[in-house]
């Protein structure tokens, strides 16, 4: 039995746990305000909030019900457009109406639903944020402009809610921003038993954490499979530093990895480089550990990870192990982890400060795109001279690679225009691109050519690279 806040009503459902919400909502429940369109995460219309409970109460991030399992959501309240309608328009819905965002009205309870989210949890009000919340919320009818404007109009018309965070539910109720019926949920989700993830004795149950990528490839086989929600432990989630080393939970999300004001301290260009990963819908539920066992050759955090010389802790029947991260993948989707195992930390050294970190990405679409060529870069500089140096690319090879031989080179080498030139042809002879939708081969080897230089436009701009970029 999966329990849980729907809105305002206590549901309790024996509907398979890997059902996916939307679904359940629109076949089920009858709510047919969460819209059916992509079903993959990229479009935003069937945008939901999830509430968990936190020491300070219920903390609310929105997701994509397109992707979320059913048996995910046991123990929380769940929040769809029908839930946030009052007696009339709430000023989200109001500012959408008078600036005339919408049109044919499929993605306006999506983007309503983002908005209301970006409201219960920013600790910014700037534009910018706004507009991070819906990045994930496409429209095809109105251009964005109409939609910029009553984005706009609602940032500039709710200056109250960051004077108190610890009431900030209650704020947003006396501005009829939320029901009445949030006040009270923290009590009532502790009144809710929740279960343990189901396992049978015939059948071996498939771990899942986020699902955003596991839901789009395999959402009918994963519908009546035995699944283990790695959510439910608590032991897989957070991030702590211990003397020089940070150490990250396998279930912690990418959201809360680029929000965290320890990396981003350590690592100045973080906050830019998590944000090129996905959208903030997607980033609310995608998982560190579930990036890397995608195993994906241009996944964003992994090539991330092989610059920072993180090591993995896998735990299984055998017992605990660590593995480097460049060691792990052993081809096109292959890699060392055994039956029974799982990936439970990810810890790499902290960065000295003062270091030179930069990320890379190109992709069709800035956002909610998979990259054609993606690249990392971690260095250290004494005195003009480089002393350490990690560089990994993706896109390039079967794998996620850390390119070993030309990490080796600038290692005691001037920062100057010819190393950089000399390491591009190092990087070309490294790599091993092949023709795909993303590109040619040679395409490839061309863009990582200019992604390498760069890194070093970012990180060491007296040495005025630019001119050879295009």
């Avoid at 896998?314 to 593995?323: F, T």
């Avoid at 989707?333 to 890379?360: H, S």
Wanted: glycine share 8%; hydrophobic share 40%; aromatic share 6%.
């Amino acid at each position: 039995m999966i329990r849980f806040i729907l809105n305002r009503d206590l549901i309790s459902t024996t509907t398979a746990p890997g059902t996916t919400l939307l679904d359940l909502l629109r076949r089920e429940r009858n709510l047919k305000g969460t819209k059916e369109g992509c079903r993959e995460g990229d479009c935003g219309a069937c945008t939901v909030l999830v509430g968990s409970r936190s020491p300070d109460g219920v903390q609310y991030r929105s997701a994509a019900s397109c992707l979320l399992p059913v048996g995910d959501l046991d123990g929380k309240h769940l929040v769809t457009i029908e839930g946030l309608n009052g007696d009339g328009l709430s000023p989200v819905q109001q500012a959408i109406v008078d600036e005339g965002a919408t049109q044919c009205g499929f993605c306006t309870p999506g983007i309503v639903v983002a908005l209301t989210g970006f409201l219960l949890t920013s600790t910014s009000l700037a534009m910018e944020d706004a507009l991070a919340a819906v990045e994930g919320n496409i429209c095809r009818c109105t251009g964005y402009t109409s939609i910029l404007r009553a984005i706009e109009r609602l940032v500039a018309s709710i200056d109250t809610i960051l004077a108190d965070p610890l009431n900030r539910i209650h704020t947003l109720v006396e501005a009829s921003i939320l029901p009445a019926y949030f006040l009270d949920m923290a009590s009532r989700l502790d009144n809710i038993a929740t279960n343990e993830s189901p396992k049978t004795a015939h059948e071996t149950p498939v771990p899942v954490a986020g699902g955003t990528d596991l839901f789009v490839q395999q959402a009918d086989r994963l519908q009546n499979h035995a699944l283990y929600f790695l959510s439910k432990d608590l032991r897989l989630h957070g991030i702590r530093i211990e003397k020089d080393t940070i150490i990250i939970g396998a279930t912690t999300t990418v959201e809360e990895l680029k929000g965290d004001t320890r990396l981003r301290e350590r690592l100045p260009a973080w906050e830019r480089a998590l944000g090129l990963v996905s959208s903030t819908l997607i980033r609310n539920r995608a998982t560190l550990a579930g990036n890397i066992i995608n195993a994906s050759p241009i996944g964003d955090l992994t090539i991330l990870l092989l610059a920072l010389n993180a090591r993995l802790t896998i735990r299984g029947p055998s017992g605990v192990r660590c593995v480097s991260l460049d060691a792990f993948y052993r081809g096109y989707k292959q890699f060392d982890l055994n039956e029974g195992e799982l990936v439970t930390e990810i810890r790499f050294p902290c960065p000295p400060l003062g270091n030179r970190f930069n990320f890379e990405k190109v992709s069709r679409r800035e956002h909610l795109d998979i990259a054609s060529v993606n690249t990392a870069m971690l260095v250290e500089e004494v005195d003009g001279y480089i002393t350490k140096a990690r560089l990994s690319a993706g896109g390039v090879a079967p794998s996620p690679l850390f390119l070993t031989r030309s990490s080796a080179y600038l290692s005691g080498k001037p920062v100057s225009i010819e190393t950089v030139m000399e390491l591009t042809q190092l990087v070309d002879a490294e790599i091993a691109p092949i023709d795909d939708v993303r590109g040619t081969a040679h395409y490839k080897r061309s863009l990582l050519r200019r992604l390498v230089i760069a890194h070093f436009v970012e990180c060491f701009p007296r040495l005025a690279l630019e001119e050879l970029l295009p």
